[in-house]
């Protein structure tokens, strides 16, 4: 029997790359759509890899008629919070424009089920915690703003009958394949995991903590870290729920546990064996203290659960950073 073809968009990036991995072990095809600006082309290993851009139609057109997909998965995008106060049209002709041109191929090539990378960014600054989908969504950031829209556009969607989806909203995504085969590698590095490894193995000087006089266990920010494999795994089960006739819905992903940056730290020297170089700076400019995820949801509609905790997500990614990420070392 051949395998059920799914498009993989942004599928050569970090979350996609482990979804298509996901995937591929589920039985699907993963088809990966990128254009290669931030993904990695030795990341497309369980299937075929078309170049295209989400805002050129005419390639999503050729590459929807070759592969007849049943559903479409959405990581492409711009990510990063500070470069969208920076960039803000930038990530709105991405995020927005380019997010619009590829559910209008979608339509056009009748195919009614998405799944969509978002993120706890929509929220805005939490009113209490841990936070469940029926907080406000008030985004404080050009990005969040930009992920909100397309929330609000696929709301539509399926209010006219033309769409399906299941709107995912991550928390701290880390961690990387236990096997090492990929991993978490952006350019420039901006995620707190990386940039401590790093500084752990002796390639970044040091490790900032931005502020220790927030409101929490230890005057650092908490942030609810889950793993890649736990995403993946959420996505690959969101579209399984649409193929069965689920209805659009959006879904928070995270563990439910916070964790400080100071915990973090001392995570990741009991794992390495070294002790990290720290600079302690000032509060970076909205940044919330604490930051946890409700995943009751997750669980009640799409049966999932969380399988891997803080130690599991350090120590993938000590695998990962020590053996690879751009590094021979």
């Known amino acids: 029997m051949t395998a059920t073809p799914i498009l993989v968009v942004g599928g050569a990036g970090y979350i996609g790359s482990h979804t298509c991995l996901a995937l591929s072990e589920r039985g699907y095809l993963p088809v990966v759509y990128d254009n290669f600006t931030s993904g990695h082309p030795e990341f497309v290993k369980w299937g075929p890899a078309e170049q295209g851009d989400i805002r050129d139609k005419a390639r999503l057109k050729e590459v929807l008629a070759k592969y007849q997909p049943k559903a479409a998965m959405h990581f492409a995008g711009l990510i990063e919070v500070g470069q969208s ?4 049209e930038h990530f709105y002709d991405v995020n927005v424009s380019g997010t619009l041109s590829l559910l209008q191929a979608l339509s056009e090539a009748d195919i009614r089920n998405f799944v969509f990378s978002s993120t706890c960014a929509t929220y805005g600054a939490p009113e209490y915690l841990p936070l469940d989908e029926k907080h406000g969504q008030k985004p404080i950031n050009p990005y969040g703003r930009t992920k909100h829209i397309v929330e609000q556009a696929l709301g539509d969607l399926n209010l006219c009958g033309r769409m399906r989806s299941v709107m995912l909203r991550y928390f701290n995504a880390a961690g990387a394949d236990f096997e090492g085969r990929i991993g978490e590698w952006h350019s420039p590095e901006t995620h707190a995991i990386p940039l401590a490894i790093e500084t752990a193995l002796g390639r970044r000087e040091f490790f900032s903590i931005f502020g220790e006089d927030y409101d929490t266990r230890d005057g650092t920010c908490i942030r609810d870290y889950i793993h890649v494999n736990d995403l993946a795994d959420a996505h690959v ?3 399984e729920y649409l193929l069965n006739g689920g209805e659009t819905i959006a879904i928070n992903l995270g563990t439910g546990n916070g964790t400080t940056v100071k915990e973090l730290i001392t995570a990741i020297e009991t794992v390495s064996g070294r002790p990290m170089p720290i600079k302690r700076t000032e509060r970076r400019p909205g940044d919330p203290p604490g930051l946890v995820a409700s995943n009751a949801l997750a669980r009640e509609v799409l049966g999932w659960d969380p399988k891997h905790g803080i130690d599991d997500i350090i120590r ?8 690879f990420n751009g590094h021979s070392d």
């Open 85 to 88: 106060f920076k960039e803000p």
């Open 237 to 239: 089960r969101a579209v």
């Open 316 to 323: 993938s990614a000590w695998k990962w950073h020590s053996t």
